[in-house]
């Protein structure tokens, strides 16, 4: 009676064994931007209904206002601004941003404007770092101040991210 009981509790504990594993799945992040570096310039003042433009000539901090140096090709470059909320004060509010260093074998080359950001338009699609390496790349600003009943202080900011494709 005892082996026979024996064996159904044996039968019943082995029903319940069964095989067991584990995986682990890994991965690396990598940075497509090893460095990252703008630049704040402050523009000074300007007088209703003036007009002013600003480069690396007359403001030095616009010269290379943006630095990157990508680990790889195809990097994409976005800038995203608010400057479609100084409406109230300026009729022009205008940064247009040039290649000041590319990468050998890039298909941009210095001086070439490759985003423009305005009051209407204030974020940029893509730019493109089709080569891997150092890129720098100069602002140039033009506003028209609009009448104001004192004098208001503004700012505009300036988002800039980098992505892999």
Known sequence: MFFILLSLLIITVSAYVYESASQTVSQTIQDVAGSFTLKSPALGNIEELQTNFYNKDNLTDLGNAI????AK??????????????TTYYTTYSITVKCATVPGSSTHNV?????TMNIVSPDYAPI???KAGSWTFNFEITTTAKSVSSD??????ITVTAESS
């Open 73 to 86: 090709d195809n990097v994409y470059l976005h800038l995203d601004s608010n400057i479609d909320t100084l």
């Open 67 to 70: 630095s990157i140096t990508t």
């Open 128 to 130: 493109t770092l089709d």
């Open 111 to 115: 001086g070439d404007t490759v985003a």
């Open 152 to 157: 208001q202080g503004t700012s505009a900011s």
